[in-house]
């Protein structure tokens, strides 16, 4: 009587589940590197004695400027003038928009004036600034 054997293949190593874990990891390095980058702006930020850090504080889109006025959505250049098309177009992808205004402590007013009006034009009203705490 003859009695049935399975074929003997060379086991291989699958690469499918492999690639996409990789794929999983560079998502969330570029993803996560897009925060960091924001906070490498190097800022003198203002001191308030009664700074706080608000217990919900969700995911903000970090808005940078500058003590010489350059303004940065994230760790991007971005120009003044382009700024409410930009938060316009941002606020369209994800209505819950939320910023973080970090601004130098010398920076001249006018142009944080400038983001909150485009912030306004864009109709983006939830706002935050930074402050450091002595």
Not at 3 to 28: G, K, N, Q, Y
Not at 66 to 87: F, S
Not at 119 to 134: E, N, T, V, W
């Amino acid at each position: 009587m003859k009695i049935w054997s399975p074929d003997e293949a060379d086991p291989e190593f699958e690469l499918t589940p492999m690639i996409d874990v990789v794929f999983l990891l560079i998502a969330f390095f570029m993803t996560l590197m897009s925060f960091i980058s924001a906070e490498l702006i190097k800022l003198e930020l203002p001191s308030a004695e009664q700074a706080s850090i608000p217990e919900d504080a969700g995911e903000r889109q970090y808005i940078s400027v500058t003590k010489d006025g350059d303004l940065y959505i994230g760790a991007a250049r971005v120009e003044y003038d382009t700024l409410p098309g930009v938060l316009a177009a941002m606020k369209q992808k994800v209505p819950t928009l939320k910023l973080y205004l970090r601004a130098d402590g010398v920076a001249q007013h006018r142009y944080i004036n400038m983001v909150m009006d485009s912030c306004a034009k864009a109709g983006i009203y939830d706002l935050i600034f930074a402050s450091s705490q002595d």
